[in-house]
DNA sequence: CCATTGAATTTGACAGTGTAAATTTTCCAC
DNA sequence: GTGGAAAATTTACACTGTCAAATTCAATGG
């Protein structure tokens, strides 16, 4: 145990340590305190202590940059939704509006971040890449709460992206100042309950039924 | 009738007649072409046949620009709403579906045009401008398309928002690749009429009920 | 008819960005 | 130690948005 000062956890590599998890939270800590568009490989290296070029041996370009900054925002915004999870009883509906509740949390809490994340390109290369797992995405989350409404079966895309849809867009609604300014005293904003409230059709799919 | 060919409608001020509208047909277009990545002032610029300067005299810098391409999006954006809904009879759930069908179709025809429109930043400046108003967002077709739905003295944001997150959502994971490539036979993704069906349980909302 | 005026546009410049190649530094295996 | 490979730097280039100065051009007043 001498001077292993700046080696964490895995091998310390040869000249920075730990080059790409530091550019990666240099990325979420610039989203965090600058927004999306100062987001930049070159400010991210800065950031980091090391040149401009320097990012170029860990990530592919700026894109692969911004997916793996991404990939530790849905990190994040997964265990957001499992501690809004945690904190509810078993019943099924009051599971899924708390992986919700958690959902738009993560979303006001980081919203550069989760403008990144839900990026079409961003996103897209995650969704359709074979080797990112749905437990990723946190995709497995909503999977899990999920299936008390889908029959043995049934296909479960269907109450999933029901249930997705109806929550991301709301998201978005909120990070686009629909409802207004925010409001600490409302951070899930003015009618997220009863938006929701329209989950509460929700009863167990059959397969063949129509989908409600 | 002699030479106006460059002349369209309006006067043709000085230089290059109306440049301000072909800037933005130029953006359109470099959207439809090359996607959101390659819009750039200087790309639109030389695409109109003017210099990379000359649009600073038109829109306030590279955001002003993408703001002008977003509200004409809208404009086509309003215009599939309201073909699809004339489309079908008068059944509420029927129209309500009709639009969110226009939605889809829109975000299919023109992705990156929709990513544009949707952009948190963009889209968050035309909801909280004071001179935009809620008919240049398409907002005013679904406000008149919910109302059979709406009590006499209820707020009629509650039922609006239902159908706006299902939809967008919705649109986001399609063209997120959620539901696998494109398919010709099916634009609209190949669960679109079952997701949609959660609309179904829209009833005439009293103020106080909770909602669905 | 012509000079003047002023808006529209161009030109030139600058800082910042991503990316590529060549070079230097550092560490590990031998 | 020494060689070689990996990591990081330096340098260069094309592209971007923005600004200030110069230029072009249409309309207007004389």
Not at 67 to 84: H, K, Q, S, T, V
């Amino acid at each position: 145990m001498s001077d292993l000062s700046r080696a964490p956890l895995t091998k310390p590599s040869h000249h920075h340590g730990n080059l790409r998890p530091a550019l990666i939270e240099a990325g979420v800590a610039i989203l965090i305190e600058d927004g999306l568009d100062k987001l930049t490989l070159r400010r991210c290296a800065a950031r980091a202590g090391v040149s401009h070029a320097a990012p170029a041996h860990h990530f592919d370009g700026v894109d692969g940059l911004r997916a793996a900054i991404a990939e530790e925002g849905f990190r994040i915004f997964r265990n957001y939704m499992l501690d809004a999870r945690g904190n509810v009883g078993p019943d099924p509906h009051e599971r899924i509006k708390a992986i919700c509740r958690g959902y738009i949390y993560f979303a006001t809490d980081f919203p550069a971040l989760f403008e990144l994340m839900f990026n079409i390109k961003v996103i897209y290369d995650m969704v359709t890449s074979p080797v990112v797992p749905d437990s990723a995405l946190g995709y497995d989350v909503l999977r899990d709460t999920c299936t008390p409404f889908v029959a043995p079966d049934a296909d479960p895309i269907l109450v999933e992206t029901q249930v997705w849809s109806l929550i991301h867009g709301y998201g978005t609604l909120l990070l686009a100042g629909r409802f207004g300014g925010s409001n600490p005293d409302a951070p899930l904003g003015p009618i997220f309950d009863p938006v929701m409230a329209l989950l509460d059709q929700l009863t167990v799919h059959q397969p063949g039924q129509t989908g409600a």
